[in-house]
Structures are given as C-alpha cells and as structure tokens.
C-alpha cells in the first residue's frame, strides 16, 4: 500500500481549497501541501466572478492568474430602468483555477480523480488504496446542501456562446431583471468575453433547488434571441444550486460537519454571503488568513477556522434577516422589486453589502424608504419563524 506524506491535505480542489492551495504555495513554501480532488480538473466547471473592491490588502498577485476576463464598470437593468456602475468587475475560470494550483504545487501534489473512502485526524485513505499522513487536514469538499438551515436557492444555467456576428454587448449585465418572471425572482446574467462569445446564466431566486436544463436553455435562447444575437455555437454549459440562508441551528450544523482536529473551509464551514450565496470574498480571505498562521498543526487549524466559522456566522445576521423578509414575506413574482430598489443606492454600499461588509448607515439606508414589503409583515417575518424551506439536499461530496 502507497503511502504519502504531507505537512497539510486540502480536501477538495474547488474554490476554496484551490485558494488556500495558491495562498499557502505563496506565502508559505516551507509546507509540503496537497490537494485531493474527486473531479478530473480542480474547480469543476464554473465560472466565478467578483468585484475588484473585494480583495483584501496582498491578494491581487494571488488571483491574477484566475482572472480570465476584466471590465471596468458593469450594468443592470430592471422595469424602471438601467445604470452602469463604475465598479471593475473580473471574472475567473475553472481552467485557470487548475492551471494556476498544478502551476504552483508539485505535480505529485495534486491527486485529481481521486475519492477519499476514510478521513482521520492525520490520514486520508483514497478509493485506490493510498493513504496519505498529514500534519493538518483541511476539508473544502463543499456541500449540496446546508443541514440545519433554512431560506431558498439561488439555480442557474449558463452558456457560453459563440456568435455568428459581433454580440456589441460592452460591458457585464450582472443582473438583468427586465425579462419574465418565473419560479421567484429571474434575472439574466451576461459577460462579454470576446467580440463573438458572451455568457449568458439564466438564474432564480427559487423556493425550491429544481433545475429544468432543458426549459432555461430554451429561454436563454429566447434572451439571445431578443438580444439580436444569433448563436452560431455553445462553447460550454455549466449549472449549479447554491443555497441563500435565512435562519438556521448553527452549533447543530457545526456538529454534523466537524469531525476532531480537522479544518472546515469553504461552503462546508458555512462561509458564503447568507443572501447571494456569493463565497469569494469569505474564501479568499481564509486562504490568506490561514497562511498567515504560525501553527499549522491539525488541532490548531482547526481550532483557528471553526472560531472564524462562527465569527461569520454573527456577522451574517442582517443578510438573513433580509433573506427571510425576500422569500418570506415578498410573493415570488414581486421579489425583482427588493433588488430594482437596491440597486438604486449608491455604488460603495453595493460594493460593502457583496464583500459581506455592509455598515450600519449602509443597513439603515437599505431598510429605509418606501419598502416593498408591507412594514406589519416585514416585522412579523424578522420577529416571528417565519414559513422557509429546509436547505437539506443529499450530500454528494464525500
């Protein structure tokens, strides 16, 4: 039987585990690190986006390989209107995210297609019989689904396309509430890539995590359609599910995921924006933070991360309470009106509330002015338990 060993195994070669990868081959050389992946390529097949404000203080140079698209401001449109905000908007891919980790780690380091059959403090076994001995085990695997929690779904379909004629579209369409509502709020989401490809996501704010591939292709095809774009070639599709929390037990959520002496990261230890479901900033930051860590023993990681888990967990209050007044007390068809008014406030507040660091005038000025929930329901929804579906889909990462 094989046997490796290494100072720190990341289970999971997807965002959050590639990052802590890229962060500790960085900023801490000395350390032996490995990454295990299930999939055949790190990170899957995502596209992954961000706005330039959401990197800490030392984290450019450590993207700066992901990055595979870059604007200067993006766009949204909805019912009462458009703006551009002037905001650098970045995108990054799958296939950058694996160039740039197999790039920085040995290629002995980087075990993709592999599946992990037994987890301990200090070892790994894989389906082949291979057992690794580690320092510190860090599980980025993700997860399905959110045990414990509660709110609804952010789902989507997206498509990158190759048109038969320049598409013309200048810059991002983040969000594109104009078109109709179905299964909750809708938008479109674009990214011009190159003259003849643009990526276009069909997406829900959804109370349940049903995907139906062949109806949102058919209506991205309708969106492209009325754009004026004729599609010459889909050049790749890619669809997921992330779960948006409104409530939830977190002490029971930590218990059914931790196991001793070994670090959670990434959507697995719960950090992700409770509304959006976006986890870059959160992820980033833990990357960095945790190569910045004098201890990188097993117990201490994972002592480290938990009380960073928990942090963020207390600081994501107010997004759930905003969580549960969109799904719980908004009807689904009139959920586009929370974000058409939200967007309408000004550009650094956009900016804080995506990075998860929204201040407290930011949070007045969101819950201020003429609101799109009935104010007797909206306190009942916040004060009361209000009626949220359980974020439990089977868990498939292991």
Known sequence: MDEVGTDIAILGGGLAGGL?????????????????????????NHVWSF????????????????????????????PAGRRHLRTQYHSMTSARLDAAVRSALPAEAVLSGCQCVEIASNHVTL?????????AIIDARGTSGLPHMAGGWQKFLGQLVRTAKPHGLERPIVMD???????????????????????????????????????????????????????????????????????????????GHERPDIALAGVRAGLLHPLTGYSFPSALAFALDLAKQSDVSGSALAAWSKARAARHWRKGSFYRMLTKMLFAA??????????QRFYRLDCALIERFYAGESSLSDRLLILSGKPPVPFFRAVATVLGRPSLNALTLPDRSA
């Open 127 to 135: 389906h082949d019989g291979r057992t690794i001995r580690a320092g």
């Open 51 to 78: 706005f330039a404000t959401d990197l800490p203080e030392g984290a450019a140079a450590l993207v700066e390989p992901l990055i595979a698209a870059r604007w200067g401001d993006y766009e949204v449109r909805f």
């Open 177 to 255: 509430g104009t078109v109709a509502q179905h299964d909750g709020f809708r938008f479109v989401y674009c990214l011009p890539f190159s003259a003849n490809e643009v990526f276009v996501e069909d997406t829900y704010y959804a109370d349940g995590p049903e995907v139906d591939a062949a109806l949102l292709r058919s209506r991205i095809n309708e969106y492209c359609v009325a754009a004026g774009w004729q599609v010459a070639e889909v050049l790749n599709e890619e669809s997921g599910v992330l779960p948006v929390v409104g409530r939830g037990d977190w002490a029971a959520f930590r218990a």
């Open 20 to 44: 802590i990868a890229l962060a500790l081959a960085q900023l801490r050389p000395e350390l032996r690190v490995t990454v295990v992946e299930r999939g055949d390529r790190l990170g899957g």
């Open 330 to 339: 908004t009807t689904p068809d009139m959920r586009y009106y929370v974000l």
